[in-house]
Structures are given as structure tokens and as C-alpha cells.
């Protein structure tokens, strides 16, 4: 088969991955950057142009959109659909899962526990803002943050005041969310391949930091899920209609509560951490596809 990875930086640990596991298992594999690519659209023709030629007899794409081109990246991505090429992340998929108010609108119509979350339109009433999620500490988000960027912890009414007047000042949306104090910094990761949970680790944030993202200096170990967590992470996926996804939980006396599910989940820390060859799962639900 033919393999197109969409992405924008071909040396990168997950697109390394990727195409070392396609080559391995016969594919012909190929790194586009998504963002170089003409869409062509006519009556019953779409094409994709790249770097002087057509892309011709594609059988699959992997996109690894990143969240700043989130518009082009799924544009692309639909016209590859068109030209009835099997995508790994269906655009729609992707446009849902990059929204996070979207995202937690569709996790809650599924019955999945998350934690308690308010969307304001730029509200001057802290106290009721803050009083609805259980009171301070509070979690503040900007809807277009990744990574642990854009989220603030804080430690007061008048903090969380102070920090959505600054938020409201730069006209960016926020959502105000529920600090789970016994979670200690840490979260779950579970990685979800074609309906099957392939691996799971616990990421700790670094003493001082609430945030457990590995790019924050979080660490990861495995962890073996319970059959709620499970549960929740296979619920949430479907939910988001991704057949590869990064469901990120927290652990609470309540049960699991999902933060987040990420479209694009990076391999290198859940492949480091349990030891699964999670590329080859990735090439192999192309496979099964296609």
C-alpha cells in the first residue's frame, strides 16, 4: 500500500515511528507536509497537488495535524475523503475533538464523568462562576490551548477573578473546570487503536506542577487500567467517532474523569512507557481498512 503521513515535521519521534513500522510491514510510505498541499476542487475531481506533481494512488493517510493548523490540516484531510483515500482521523473526527467545548458537550451526552466545567461568555460574576465547580482552587483553560499551555490553577475566588479579567481583556474564550485535589498532579493516558485499548500509563507531574504533560517534565510508567477506566476510554473515543485516539483521564473518588481526547496522541511517551509497538497496531488498522 501507499501511506501518506501528514506532517509537518518528518523527524519527529511518532512520524519516525510510523514510517519505520510501514516499511517494516511492506508499505510504501511517504511524509507530506499537509500545509504545502493545493487543493483542487472541481465536479466530481478533487486532487491533491504536492510539490510539482499530483498525489496519485493513495490507499491511506495518517494525519498528525498539529492544533495551530487545525483549518488547512482538516481541509486537506477531507479531500483526500473525496478522492476515497481511508484516513486514520476523519476530518469531521478532527474538527470535534479540537474543540473543547464541543468535545465535552458530546462526552457528557455519553454519560461520561468529567470534571464539573463552566463555558461563560466573558461573565463578570466570578462568584458564581467559581461557586458552580465547587469553589477555589479552580482550573482556568484557554479553548485553543495544548500541551498544558493556556491552563492556570487558581488558588482563589479573587485569582480566578483576577485571571479571566485578563483572559476577557485579550477576547479568548476560557472554560472554568473543577480541581480534582486527590488526582496529585498525576493523569492517565489510555491509547486507543480501532475499538482496543493498546496502552496505558500514568503521567506525574514534576514536584511543584499540577499539569502532568511529559512536555512539562511530567513522567510516565505503565499502568494497568481498571475496567471503568477502560470502560470510559473506549466510550469517549467513540464518542469523539476516532478510531486512534489519546484519552486522557483523571483518577478521583468519584471515578475516572475525562480531561481530554486527543486526535493526534504522541508515540513516544506511551511506546517508552509500556514497551508496545503501538506504530505497528496503528499500520495494522490501516491494514484491516483498506
Known amino acids: 500500500m501507499k501511506i501518506l503521513i501528514l506532517s509537518r515535521h518528518p523527524s519527529l519521534y511518532s512520524t519516525q515511528r510510523l514510517i519505520?513500522?510501514?516499511?517494516?510491514?511492506?508499505?510504501?510510505?511517504?511524509v507530506i507536509d499537509h500545509l504545502k498541499c493545493n487543493i483542487e476542487i472541481e465536479k466530481k475531481n478533487p486532487k491533491v497537488y504536492y510539490e510539482g506533481a499530483y498525489l496519485e494512488n493513495v490507499d491511506a493517510i495518517i494525519p498528525r495535524i498539529g492544533a495551530s493548523v487545525t483549518f488547512y490540516g482538516t481541509a486537506v484531510v477531507r479531500q483526500f475523503e473525496m478522492m476515497h483515500v481511508f484516513s486514520v482521523v476523519e476530518s469531521q473526527a478532527l474538527v470535534r475533538s479540537r474543540d473543547k467545548l464541543r468535545?465535552?458537550?458530546?462526552?457528557?451526552?455519553?454519560?461520561?464523568?468529567?470534571?464539573?466545567?463552566?463555558?461563560?461568555?466573558?461573565?463578570?460574576?466570578?462568584?458564581?462562576v467559581v461557586d458552580s465547580v465547587g469553589g477555589a482552587p479552580v482550573i482556568l483553560k484557554l479553548l485553543e490551548?495544548?500541551?498544558?499551555?493556556?491552563?492556570?490553577?487558581?488558588?482563589?475566588?479573587?485569582?480566578?477573578?483576577?485571571?479571566?479579567?485578563?483572559?476577557?481583556?485579550?477576547?479568548?474564550?476560557?472554560?472554568?473546570?473543577?480541581?480534582?485535589?486527590?488526582?496529585?498532579?498525576?493523569?492517565?493516558?489510555?491509547?486507543?487503536?480501532?475499538?482496543?485499548v493498546v496502552g496505558a500509563m500514568k503521567r506525574q507531574g514534576k514536584e511543584g506542577e499540577f499539569r502532568s504533560n511529559l512536555h512539562r517534565g511530567g513522567s510516565a510508567n505503565i499502568i494497568e487500567l481498571s475496567e471503568e477506566e477502560e470502560k470510559t476510554a473506549l466510550i469517549s473515543a467513540k464518542a469523539m467517532g476516532l478510531g486512534v485516539a489519546g484519552?486522557?483521564?483523571?483518577?478521583?473518588?468519584?471515578?475516572?474523569?475525562?480531561?481530554?481526547?486527543?486526535?493526534?496522541?504522541?508515540?513516544e511517551g506511551i511506546e517508552k512507557a509500556t514497551g508496545t509497538d503501538i506504530a505497528e497496531k496503528i499500520i495494522r488498522y490501516v491494514e484491516r481498512n483498506v
Not at 519505520?20 to 511517504?30: C, N, R, V
Not at 479568548?172 to 480541581?179: G, L, N, P, T
Not at 484519552?247 to 508515540?267: A, F, I, R, T, Y
Open 20 to 30: 519505520e513500522a510501514g516499511k517494516k510491514l511492506g508499505h510504501e510510505m511517504q
Open 103 to 128: 468535545s465535552l458537550q458530546l462526552l457528557s451526552r455519553a454519560g461520561v464523568g468529567m470534571p464539573k466545567t463552566i463555558f461563560t461568555n466573558f461573565s463578570k460574576n466570578v462568584k458564581h
Open 145 to 196: 490551548g495544548t500541551q498544558g499551555l493556556g491552563v492556570i490553577l487558581a488558588e482563589s475566588q479573587n485569582a480566578a477573578g483576577s485571571v479571566m479579567e485578563a483572559f476577557n481583556g485579550l477576547s479568548a474564550r476560557i472554560i472554568v473546570q473543577e480541581f480534582i485535589k486527590e488526582a496529585g498532579g498525576a493523569d492517565i493516558r489510555a491509547f486507543i487503536v480501532d475499538g482496543e
Open 247 to 267: 484519552v486522557d483521564m483523571l483518577q478521583s473518588k468519584h471515578g475516572p474523569l475525562v480531561l481530554e481526547v486527543n486526535s493526534s496522541p504522541g508515540l
